[in-house]
């Protein structure tokens, strides 16, 4: 029988909710009639939702269709943004894997858009110890 590990990304392996935070309200600035700016607290309050039901907390007033294209922007950003400003990965994250990957399969699964799992395994250095992935955004 194989043994295996499943991982959540956000609150269990790095948070980067300072750096998504940072990537949104570059996109945000090319809205400036929204009048929102992203903090990391805002981060931490919606981690754990879809996407887009993030996306109707932080732009209530937004159509379904705005909100969505502003979403995708944010989303799109953030992910080329985490590649040279990644989240910070909890201590011994790195060892923890390798060890644990020595015995397990170890994969994520998360709620967040395509491409977020696979910028935390490039940019911290994590990907030869996760077998496979999955996320709402696929």
Not at 96 to 125: F, H, K, T, W
């Amino acid at each position: 029988m194989n043994k295996g590990i499943l991982f959540d990304v956000d609150g269990t392996l790095w948070d980067s909710a300072a750096q998504v935070a940072e990537s949104w309200n570059e996109v945000l600035a090319r809205y400036p009639h929204l009048g929102v700016r992203i903090t990391a607290r805002d981060m931490y309050d919606n981690m754990g939702k879809t996407m887009m039901d993030i996306g109707k907390t932080l732009f209530p007033g937004l159509s379904q269709e705005e909100c969505r294209k502003v979403m995708e922007e944010c989303m799109t950003y953030e992910n080329h943004y985490l590649l040279s400003h990644p989240g910070v990965l909890y201590p011994e994250t790195r060892e923890i894997m390798a060890c644990l990957s020595r015995q397990y399969g170890l994969y994520i699964v998360s709620n967040c858009q395509s491409g977020y799992i696979e910028v935390l395994l490039e940019s911290c250095g994590l990907r030869e110890y996760v077998r496979d992935i999955e996320c709402y955004g696929n």
